[in-house]
């Protein structure tokens, strides 16, 4: 079953380093997300991506957080200037152009900002 | 606008029953319900697309209700297999496909 990749599994960053977040979405999806789980909380939708562009994103999503999808393969999450709230689990989704089959989530990247 | 869920955790022995609801305030679109089990990423169960309707997925069936934006998950004969926290997602029109997380439904199937 095609899955959804996310690369590092556990990252641990001083504050004010960047951080630079990887996932492989499916290879047929149009539709790329960011979400993150602080311990114990909700799942927060960050930003949505779809034909190149940002299409939506929250206001946690401010100018300390960029996108890209560099190759057409890679869809990446850079946090320029890391903060000790930031740290959370950071799921990228995917989905086709139809929700029907719902989100396929990554296994996560736990941030740690120390 | 997030959605609200209720009971924020159930504990159950196996066998039993449980029902996890889910409302919003804003006219939906859709409905999603996903599983998250400790330390592993949110795994979808199903959608719900029109109102009333009702769909089965094993012993685990949802309703959804679109005048009143509101959608029950209903768990049978659980299983310990079942224990997770149970997430809604909902959709409103024109979102992009962008989900909003209901904070979880934190449920335990004790032998």
């Known amino acids: 079953e095609p899955e959804v990749t996310q690369t590092p599994s556990h990252q641990v960053t001083q504050m004010g380093q960047e951080v630079i977040l990887r996932c492989v979405p499916i290879s047929n999806h149009l539709y790329f997300y960011w979400y993150r789980q602080i311990l114990g909380q909700k799942v927060e939708f960050l930003v949505s991506?779809?034909?190149?562009?940002?299409?939506?994103k929250s206001e946690i999503f401010d100018d300390q957080f960029s996108v890209e999808r560099p190759d057409g393969s890679n869809f990446t999450l850079k946090i320029r200037s890391t903060k000790l709230e930031d740290s959370a689990m950071y799921f990228c989704?995917?989905?086709?152009?139809?929700?029907?089959?719902?989100?396929?989530f990554g296994s996560g990247t736990r941030l740690t900002v120390v | 606008q997030q959605p609200v869920q209720s009971p924020q955790a159930v504990i159950l022995r196996e066998g039993e029953d449980a029902v996890i609801n889910c409302s919003s305030s804003k006219a939906l679109y859709s409905v999603h319900w996903y599983r998250q089990k400790h330390g592993e990423a949110p795994v979808f169960l199903m959608i719900l697309l029109k109102g009333g309707e009702q769909k089965g997925h094993e012993k685990i069936s949802a309703s959804f209700n679109e005048k009143k934006q509101q959608s029950s998950l209903y768990l049978t004969a659980s299983q310990l297999s079942y224990s997770g926290t149970y997430f809604c997602g909902t959709e409103s029109g024109g979102s992009n496909y962008k989900l909003t997380f209901g904070k979880g439904t934190l449920l335990t199937v004790n032998p």
């Open positions: 989704a995917s989905n086709s152009d139809s929700l029907i089959y719902g989100y396929t």
């Open positions: 991506f779809y034909n190149n562009e940002i299409s939506e």
